[in-house]
């Protein structure tokens, strides 16, 4: 019997900020080409573990394996090159620079002339230049802002923000993409263009994980969900075993007996867009 390695693994992984832990020996394995959710209430762990997957912080103990390869130790840059990109729970961008400027700055990353070869061959540096420029088109028309490329970012929507940086992202040819609450602040329209873009990235073969408050685009999206609390995974499923678990309907919404509402009451409020418990506004941690 052959057996498949995850796309991404995470073994034990530990973060300690003094003596809070905020993620506490988390286990967690990502299939390629699937929509992995990681979901929790407020202060479960969520964007630490993304920042911990990223690199951005570093991990206190356990382990992190990329295509089986160790990358506990790897740098963000490392990261990136070898195919891990996020985005954040606010779009960080360069507000002075076009849609088009912001993406090719992700492309670059990827470029093959290098400082040495920008002193040897100006005719290269130019052909990557061009290569990165149409790359960077390509990305605006695949997210659907093709036509708004020269619009400098400080004049654009918040939903057309989120696309750019997840165009982004993209230029940076990832292998795991990890979106932080990317359809946060969207209106409904704004949520299904994400939602269809999202499902085209895995199509391409693009393995997904993402951090969000809204249920029902989590529910619809994800194949597989791990649900975290106080930084201790708590659960990991499919969509009905996740809504239907009594420990993630108590984590988010308290017991059921104090509540006063029937498991299935509960259920329909976990699987409701409108549920204040689930869909406010989650901290950093």
Do not use: W
Request: with cysteine; glycine share 10%; charged share 25%.
């Amino acid at each position: 019997m052959t057996t498949i390695t995850p796309l991404l693994q995470l073994r034990d992984v530990t973060r300690k900020f003094g003596g809070l832990i905020a993620v506490n020996r988390l286990d967690m394995e990502v299939a390629a080409g699937t929509i992995h959710g990681l979901i929790g209430p407020n202060g479960a762990g969520k964007s630490t573990a993304f920042d911990l997957i990223s690199g951005l912080t570093p991990v206190t103990g356990g382990t992190l394996h990329l295509d089986g390869r160790d990358i506990t130790r790897h740098r963000v840059e490392d990261r990136v090159r070898a195919g891990i990109c996020r985005t954040f729970q606010t779009p960080r961008l360069f507000e002075k620079m076009t849609a088009h400027e912001v993406v090719m700055t992700g492309r670059h990353l990827l470029g093959t002339t290098g400082i040495l070869g920008s002193m040897f061959s100006v005719m290269r540096k130019h052909r990557d230049e061009i290569a990165i420029a149409e790359s960077a088109l390509a990305l605006l028309d695949f997210v659907g802002l093709r036509h708004e490329a020269d619009d400098l970012v400080a004049n654009m929507s918040y939903g057309k923000r989120r696309l750019v940086e997840i165009a982004r992202a993209l230029a940076t040819a990832p292998r795991l993409l990890l979106l932080d609450e990317v359809a946060s602040g969207l209106n409904p329209v704004e949520t299904q263009v994400v939602a269809d873009i999202i499902r085209r990235l895995r199509d391409q073969g693009i393995t997904i994980v993402l951090v969000e408050h809204d249920m029902r685009f989590v529910m619809n999206l994800c194949s597989t969900i791990t649900v975290l609390n106080f930084g201790q995974k708590i659960a990991d499923g499919g969509p009905g075993e996740i809504a239907s678990n009594q420990q993630v309907i108590e984590a988010y919404l308290g017991h059921p007996r104090q509540a006063g509402e029937s498991r299935r009451a509960q259920r329909h409020r976990m699987e409701s867009p409108q549920n204040d418990a689930i869909n406010r506004k989650e901290s950093r941690i």
